[in-house]
């Protein structure tokens, strides 16, 4: 077995899926539980695989092929699951996921459509300098904001902070209330940039599909606002499951149109033919 992409029985390493197990559009959530979760939306749910942090399905969701895959905490363990789902020929990757509020006009229970990600990841340092951008597709942006507003689901859109710890990397006093200098005033520093959530994956997420030349995009429910100091396990998590799992309908209904237009990117006249075949 080669040591440097290791495959076992044809299936990748960790998520022990094999070629044709995973759908081209892979919501991935951090949680495994969230994976059925996310699938039981769906017209056609089949489990996959179960590995380590990493649960997968795979299904169809009114008509979109879709996948779900959990990514498990963190950046390092985000990284190997965008590895093996490009291997596996995943294209668009949507982030569903759980954040903490960094403006005081963000409700808990709110959703957040990340564009971008300030790389406090650690993770995609492997794949880039410090000055490449962790940037969202815009047609996923799009995808997530037109069906947020077709579900009625409050959202805000705007950066997040993907960072390498919940505890101390977030600015919370860690065990025996330890506090490093540059974790003192990170809560009000990113606020003041207009940076709305803290959350640990989007950046590495978002940079190694830029790097691949795939899409991603994430959408977040506000469990926390740190600002306030509130913190509602679950708040927004379904709205934030059925918004990403409209987005990807939505993104395969543009894709085809792309498609018979012979267009690489989404346009204003792809969208034209969309509402008109509503
Ligand atoms: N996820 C995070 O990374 N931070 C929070 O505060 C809540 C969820």
Same mark, same amino acid.
């Given at each position: ?23 081209? @559009? *892979?919501?991935?959530? +951090?949680?495994?539980?969230?994976? #059925?979760?996310? /699938? ?6 089949? =489990? ?5 942090? @990493? *649960?997968?399905?795979? +299904?169809?969701?009114?008509?979109? #092929?879709?996948? /779900? ?6 950046? =390092? ?202």
């Amino acid at each position: 077995m080669s040591a440097s992409r290791p495959m076992v029985g044809g299936k990748v390493y960790h998520l022990m899926a094999g070629p044709g197990d995973v759908a081209p @559009y *892979v919501l991935t959530p +951090g949680d495994p539980d969230r994976v #059925p979760r996310i /699938a039981k939306y769906w017209n056609e749910a089949r =489990p996959v695989a179960t590995h380590r942090e @990493y *649960v997968t399905y795979t +299904g169809k969701y009114r008509g979109a #092929p879709i996948s /779900a895959v959990s990514t498990g905490i963190g950046g =390092p363990a985000a990284a190997i699951a965008i590895e093996e789902l490009l291997t596996l020929g995943a294209h668009t990757f949507i982030r569903v996921g759980t954040t903490g509020a960094l403006q005081e006009w963000i409700r808990v229970g709110d959703v957040i459509i990340n564009t971008g990600a300030v790389r406090f990841d650690g993770a995609s340092n492997a794949y880039a300098m410090p000055e490449y951008p962790a940037v969202a597709s815009y047609e996923v942006v799009l995808a997530l904001v037109t069906a947020a507003e077709e579900l009625n689901v409050r959202y805000h859109v705007g950066l997040a902070a993907s960072t390498a710890d919940f505890y101390v990397g977030q600015g919370r006093p860690g065990f025996n209330n330890y506090q490093p200098p540059w974790a003192r005033d990170i809560v009000n520093t990113l606020s003041s940039m207009n940076v709305l959530n803290f959350e640990m994956e989007a950046a590495t997420i978002y940079t190694i599909a830029n790097v691949h030349g795939a899409r991603a995009g994430g959408v977040m429910a506000a469990i926390a606002n740190r600002k306030t100091n509130e913190f509602v396990p679950d708040a927004g998590v379904d709205d934030a499951i059925r918004v990403a799992n409209e987005a990807v309908r939505i993104l395969h209904e543009w894709d085809q149109i792309k498609q018979g237009l012979n267009l690489r990117y989404l346009t204003m006249n792809v969208i034209r033919q969309w509402i008109m075949k509503r």
